[in-house]
């Protein structure tokens, strides 16, 4: 029995707390809030937990095996630390951290106490998400040609973030997941218009190892209409991910095109293309709540000794793609690398 | 009465013909086309024209006062210059020229022979592209805050142009049409596929002397759905362009947001949002052919001796746009400025 | 201050109190519910009322004025009769009764001893049907020329009624508190393919006096595709409600038809046609929930001794509509004419 | 080679000319129409024709094996009795006739002079007609539980019959070719608003041998929105057509309920209900021009010796279908039995 405490019971963290005390495996033993009437809620929903208003106390907890890092990206690196060197596993919220610097810290210190770190990209356990994973790695949309992604709609505007570090974590971290190949650097857009100069409109650009790949995201505050939709189009299949439709979220389109560029006696060049256009088909999705799975996925990682693909190192690259979105937003698209 | 000579019956030719032919002010004179199985189609349907096979006759002949020059890129810059030498004003297709100093050079002759040029950019005579400038102009959307448009479908794929040079030229009159504030550089990424360097995929970013402005374009021969929308957002009303939709082409958001930063005594900032979610409305277009308005127009401007907002200066304005992407993208993003 | 007493606190009821609760006007002073756990959620989320498992008790206790009936619709003419022989008030689930004649004995019942009883018909109250009312009543649309409705899905069954009886109710409600004129007489078409004699698809005209006006229902449970969608024709403007659509659940359109017919001195008839295609629009919907103001609205009714528009009457004509339509089906479309 | 004469050159005679023309096993030999401007078009697109300008001269043309009735449907019963009388066989727009008398009249007499004869019912050899009635006949839709049909729009108002005999006979002929069963009665209701008493709005309920299966038209000529959706629910899958699309105008759903009534000891009722919700499927389908089909088709049966699926009887059905859809509309819904 793995013993759990979460720290943060504000929007998020019931959700995890939840998770955690529904799972076989997991025993959700304490709850730490600063807020007292959040406390409240957590101690009558669940009256046989340890509740704490210190986190450095519900982090020295002996009992506890797992500290749940549900609060403000700002205090994920001091948080998470107390608990590694204190010999817990950590499962934290994403963003991972508020730079690569501190990532790279605790991912080093994990390692050194042989402790587990899972960021918290719930996007991953979805059943579309899944469904594509499964779609791309069995080789049925061929080698990937471009990943294209758009998350915009009206608000809701963040106090202390612009609209990348808001919304693209979603998109990075599935992004990564998705496509194999590394990304290599990075060249954004951006404009901000009302919360002084955090961006409200960006456009990025991410650039790999393969010179014939490309991807790109659209996130948005100021659209009129909320589209959630990215296309990947690989070399034999293509695919739409819209996730506002209901019933359609994932469509698999037989779709490609194959030219043929002849070079005649005369040195003509002729292009033959040809269009192949066949079935459409709209695989049914696994139901289960994401964050169900991800949290046994978490246990199960934990009893077993696995490694989590969400792990530190992958909450690191949506850190490194954020900084280096917004250092090239500042530099009007400069191409920024991305370092080892 | 005005003469009107067409060089090149292809595809677009015979539209631009028969719209000449039909406005009461104009005569469809002259047809040129080098194909002899092309000009027999443009006999028997205009029985009473000169028909020629040589360009340069057609040009020199003495009755003719509009050259209208619908043949591929390469050859405008040639025709259209001998067209002004003989004293002809130019219709000519879009793209203007293949680069933009044959576009300058067009542009001081027929100024310096007092000649008029129109760059064919067809779709600014749309209902849906008239009827969005009569909302800007008119401060229905207020300050825009930027420019989103998508351009996307499977193929078709040219021979002997990327996607932006294939597609871009649509979206960069429209964008130069319908926003004041003029361009002044461009960061654009791209890959390509299946037709050598020839980019199948690509983002266009547009920079503003207003830094508060963006527009960005994403066109695409490897999508497995046909895309055709336009968001522009202003301060005061929102609007879609969705060109696919049969009946709802444009429709206008009463939609904002309102942000207030408000500091207290003790300095700390707090965000007063207010979002404004109101009426929508589905705009009844014109529904005139766009070409007729375009040559209507252009025999006016010819009789009222009007400069055309599509002359060459508009179109030199695409042509650099065009170029300054290609530029871009082979650079990673890198901004290039526009010259003066 | 006014006394409410809620039988029934499984799916709906919840709903019920928690309204009555909200109002300023009300005070939620009682429930009832036969089974022991539905009591302890109750009495835990309002520890402060009388918990009755005796629905008899509750409908005497002096202090109540209003008696919610939240149970299944077989039970309604008991509960309702007792509550109003002991002078309270009746707020009372749709459908009313199980037949028409227990509904008039209830409006007589109630006429006489100068109480109230409103039936629950919640959709009137959604900003979609209070806007179509607006619209309606404002003229607007001009003189109805049908009323269409199509509420179709995979699911889900009931054990005890057809599909009529679980979804025209809603439909039924909405088009008579939209439509002036008075339905006059019903043909049905039904069949059943799962639980014995119980229609799964059916569809229903209903006649009015005006022989110009029909109104057509399609209510299905074993559709692919969840379909919601209502039409309404107008002489002047015609309207498309789609309970479905996220953001544009009413449309508005400018459209119609003259036609003119000329008969000519040789006698030969014309008919000239004029089609009208005007602009369409979304108006923004009032997004309070709809129980709230209807709860809000019974209130207002009591305090000042206003018959409500979905009072005993407007019940009794749903429960005569189903009542036919069954009828009608069991005679394969026969003509069933409603009794005053 | 087969010789077709082609009476009537107006709206779709010319395509009917073009598809005989191209076919390889036929010779387009002659056209009538009556009026002078028409066959001068016909003359100048086909100059090797004989032209008519009375059709009874065009059938006693002893070279022509095949008339091809392309006018108003009053008309039919006249023209193809005569060429049925010369030894001619008739490919004869639809509606087949003005009623069935006329209709049993011609296939009579075509069987006794062992001619054929084809009712352009042009919708069967649509892809995506074609693509159901292989899906239906495959067995993977099972049985069929109920057909759906809603063909709605603004216009285009016929001068000389109602909304059922302008749109309906599209839906009955596919309805007739895709459900194996016989129609055994019919129920429908309409109202009429403009051109007297033909009917704008109808809806007509056929109901067959099999008491649980049923089939629904809705046709509208004052819907402010184009609606062409078929629904065909059976007992393994589900599909949706849907014409408008332009992509996915065939969707198949692997959806469906299982209910099992079980009756416990103390003969309780209990039923159990399973819904299936898998895969969508989008197949592609055939993109050849539906004309040519039936004309290629229509050659194959003459020579082959076959008779066609949409022969006289299937016109006949149609027919009876429509004359007792108006016969029920007359009656408010009464219930009008087909005769053998």
Known sequence: MINVGVIGFGYWGPNVARNFNASPEARLTAICDLRPQRMLVATSTYPFIKSYTNPDELIKDPEIDVVAVVTPVSSHYDLARKALLNGKHVFVEKPFTINSQEAEDLIELAAKKNLKIMVDHTFLFTGAVMKMKELIDSGELGTILFYDSVRVNLGLFQHDVNVVWDLAPHDFSIMCHLIKEKPVAVSAQ???????????????????????????????????????????????????????????????????????????????????????????????????????KEVDYFIECLEENKEPFNNGQAGLMVVKLLEASNRSIANKGHLIKLTE
């Open 190 to 292: 951006g404009v901000s218009h009302y919360n002084g100069d955090f961006e409200d409109v960006a456009y990025i650009t991410v650039y790999f190892n393969n010179p014939h790949l490309i991807a790109h995201f659209h996130v948005n505050w100021l659209s009129p209409v909320k589209v959630r939709r990215t296309i990947i189009s690989g070399n034999r299949k293509m695919l739409l991910w819209d996730d506002i439709s209901a019933d359609e979220k994932v469509k698999v389109y037989d779709r490609g095109v194959e030219l043929k560029i002849h070079t005649s006696e005369e040195h003509v060049h002729n292009m033959l293309i040809n269009y192949r256009i066949g079935d459409v088909y709209v695989p049914k999705l696994e139901p289960t709540e994401a964050l169900k």
